[in-house]
C-alpha cells in the first residue's frame, strides 16, 4: 500500500524559504498540488521516480525546486521568494504510469505553508 | 494555465443522481483524454474517483461514472449516499507537461 507523509510546513515571512518533505513507501512519481485557503488545487511541481524529469507551473517556475533522495523515498520541493499567494496546504501525490494522464493517486494528508506579509 | 470551470454547488437526495460539470478549452480537457476527479473531504487527503475520463480506479463505487464532450467532461454519481456530500475536483492534462485543476464543486447531500 502506498503511503505519502509531507513535512516541513509552517509560518514564514514574505521573501523567505521552506522545504517540503514528502517522505513515500517507495520510489515513485511525484507531483506537488497546493490548495489555498478557500481556493480549488493547483498543480505545483513533478519529478520522475528517478529524477530524470522535473516539471513546474509558470506560477512557481524559478522560485521553486523540486528534488529527491532515491535512497530515503523522499522528495522535496525547495521553496524561495515566498510570497502571500504560497500560502496553502501543500499535498504530495503519487503520479500514474502514463505520467501525462495526471492520475494523482494516492495523496498526502498536505502540510500547511503560511507566508506573512 | 487558467484553471477549469466547475459549477461552485450541486445538490440531490439520497438515491438521486447528480452530475457535475468541468469545462475547459481544446487544449486541456477537449485535446486530451486525460481527465480525472477527485473527492475531497475537507481536512483528509483527496481521493482519485476517475481517471482518463471513465475509468474507475480498483475498488472504486461502480456509482460514479465519467465522460467528456468536447471541451467539458462529466462526472455522474448515481445512487446518491450521505458519505459522497464532500469537494469535487476535475483535473486535466494541458500539454506542455502541466496539468490544471478545476475549481471545486461541493457536492450536498439534501
Redesign the interface.
Known amino acids: 500500500q502506498v503511503q505519502l507523509v509531507e513535512s516541513g510546513g509552517g509560518v514564514v515571512q514574505t521573501g523567505g524559504s521552506l522545504r517540503l518533505s514528502c517522505a513515500a513507501s517507495g520510489n515513485y512519481d511525484i507531483?506537488w498540488?497546493r490548495q489555498a485557503p478557500g481556493?480549488?488545487?493547483?498543480?505545483v511541481a513533478?519529478i520522475r521516480n528517478d529524477g530524470s524529469?522535473r516539471?513546474y507551473?509558470?506560477s512557481v517556475k524559478g522560485r521553486f525546486t523540486i528534488s529527491r533522495d532515491s535512497s530515503k523515498n523522499t522528495v522535496f520541493l525547495q521553496m524561495n521568494s515566498l510570497i502571500p499567494d504560497d500560502t496553502a496546504v501543500y499535498?504530495c501525490?503519487k503520479g500514474?504510469g502514463i505520467v501525462?494522464?495526471?492520475?494523482?493517486?494516492?495523496?498526502?494528508?498536505?502540510t500547511l505553508i503560511t507566508v506573512s506579509s | 494555465q487558467s484553471a477549469l470551470t466547475q459549477p461552485p454547488s450541486a445538490s440531490g437526495s439520497p438515491g438521486q443522481s447528480v452530475t457535475i460539470s468541468c469545462t475547459g478549452t481544446n487544449s486541456d480537457v477537449g485535446g486530451y483524454d486525460y481527465v480525472s476527479w477527485y473527492q475531497h473531504h475537507p481536512g483528509k487527503a483527496p481521493k482519485i474517483m476517475m481517471y482518463e475520463v471513465s475509468k474507475r480506479p480498483s475498488g472504486g463505487p461502480d456509482r460514479f461514472s465519467g465522460s467528456k464532450s468536447g471541451n467539458t467532461a462529466y462526472l455522474t454519481v448515481s445512487g446518491l449516499q450521505a458519505e459522497d456530500e464532500a469537494d469535487y475536483y476535475c483535473s486535466s492534462y494541458a500539454g506542455s507537461n502541466n496539468w490544471v485543476f478545476g475549481g471545486g464543486t461541493r457536492l450536498t447531500v439534501l
Not at chain 1, 481556493?39 to 498543480?43: A, D, P, S, T
Open positions: 507531483h498540488v481556493k480549488g488545487l493547483e498543480w513533478f524529469n516539471y507551473a509558470d499535498h501525490a500514474g501525462v494522464a495526471g492520475t494523482f493517486d494516492p495523496w498526502g494528508q498536505g
